[in-house]
């Protein structure tokens, strides 16, 4: 059975859509509320994003064998996240996930998980 990390194209295509997902981010005027949530250097996270979505796409666990459980929420606890925030780091997910890939069956049934998991990343009522 193929996995959608295979699908997608493996390493190189996960690769190339986290890049520009950080591209994106850095801007993106709709992006602003999440950017600035960031470090000024996004290297780091570009990996982190990198290395938990090979896994969860079903490549290897590189993740998990790093960094431990993802426990994306309590890693997060930290940075204040909320409507302008989620909406930003959806826009720059969807944009790049357009730009990158080009499976419309898998993009339905990855992309409503991706904005259930953002939507749970909410740790702040909207000011």
């Not at 969807?94 to 953002?118: G, M, Y």
Request: glycine share 8%; charged share 25%; with cysteine.
């Amino acid at each position: 059975m193929t996995t959608p990390y295979e699908r997608l194209g493996g390493e190189a295509a996960v690769r190339r859509f986290t890049r520009r997902f950080y591209d994106l981010m850095d801007s993106e005027p709709e992006a602003a509320a999440c950017r600035a949530i960031h470090p000024a250097d996004l290297a780091g996270s570009e990996q982190k994003l990198f290395e938990y979505l090979t896994g969860w796409l079903g490549g290897p666990p590189i993740f998990v064998e790093r960094r431990g459980p993802p426990m994306l929420r309590a890693r997060h606890l930290h940075a204040p996240i909320a409507g302008p925030e989620i909406a930003g780091w959806l826009h720059c997910f969807r944009r790049a996930w357009d730009e990158t890939f080009d499976d419309p069956e898998l993009t339905a049934l990855i992309l409503p998980q991706v904005e259930k998991l953002a939507l749970h990343m909410r740790n702040r009522p909207d000011s």
